[in-house]
């Protein structure tokens, strides 16, 4: 199987920006989409950012040219470096990622999340 594991989470002010790591282990055979999303409370979970192999990298238009995402695919590593934080980016962010595992169809799989709090 395939783990997922966030980092990079916290406290920030308003205005601050934050960095947010994912690495994933396991059985890897194809790492074909890595990406992230945030769920609110109250909220339906959705998506922040992503890449997927071959495809152009997605932003959600909140992100406004806020965030970027980089996905290292050697080490199976994807970021999101957040700036100009506002209230509204409080949430849990979760890792994302579609893998193949050798001898298995395409699998989802999700990271347990990391709690970004902007608050002043």
């Known amino acids: 199987q395939v783990q997922l594991v966030e980092s990079g989470g916290g406290l920030v002010q308003p205005g601050g920006s934050l960095r947010l790591s994912c690495a994933a282990s396991g059985n890897i055979f194809i790492m074909y989409a890595m990406g992230w999303y945030r769920q609110a409370p109250g909220k339906q979970r959705e998506l922040v950012a992503s890449e997927t192999t071959g495809e152009p990298t997605r932003y959600a238009d909140f992100v406004k040219g806020r965030f970027t995402i980089t996905r290292d695919n050697a080490k199976n590593t994807v970021h999101l470096q957040m700036i100009s934080l506002n209230p509204e980016d409080t949430a849990v962010y979760y890792c994302?990622?579609?893998?193949?595992?050798?001898?298995?169809?395409?699998?989802?799989?999700w990271g347990q999340g990391t709690q970004v709090t902007v608050s002043s």
């Open positions: 994302n990622a579609d893998v193949f595992v050798l001898g298995s169809p395409r699998k989802n799989y």
